[in-house]
């Protein structure tokens, strides 16, 4: 089993920067790639971004150029900065791993807040 710790979150106004961190324990030798995904009230999940065990990174279009993941495999984390927040990247952030084995089995942190003010 893995689990996935995210902190990070918070209140900031909109063209602000925040930092998202997710922390991977447990099984870590079947995660292959992790990522970033939001929900807003009312709205389904989304996936924001996500790296491969390799580097390789892909992001929706709404934050390409103002977001950018990363990760550190030595410390079992995966980051997400956000710069230029706007409005609507308001919602509950969701750190993310799929199984290496088993691409359709998918770990999941608890969620962390991020709300940007206009």
């Known amino acids: 089993q893995v689990q996935l710790v995210e902190s990070g979150g918070g209140l900031v106004q909109a063209g602000g920067s925040l930092r998202l961190s997710c922390v991977a324990s447990?099984?870590?030798?079947?995660?292959?790639?992790m990522g970033w995904y939001r929900q807003a009230p009312g709205k389904p999940r989304e996936l924001v971004a996500f790296?491969?065990?390799?580097?390789?990174?892909n992001y929706v279009d709404s934050v390409k150029g103002r977001f950018t993941i990363s990760r550190d495999n030595a410390k079992n984390t995966v980051y997400l900065q956000m710069n230029s927040l706007k409005a609507e990247d308001t919602a509950v952030y969701y750190c993310?791993?799929?199984?290496?084995?088993?691409?359709?089995?998918?770990?999941w942190g608890q969620g962390t807040q991020v709300t940007v003010s206009s």
């Open positions: 993310n791993a799929k199984n290496r084995y088993n691409p359709n089995k998918n770990y």
């Open positions: 447990g099984s870590i030798f079947s995660i292959n790639a």
């Open positions: 790296i491969t065990s390799g580097g390789v990174t």
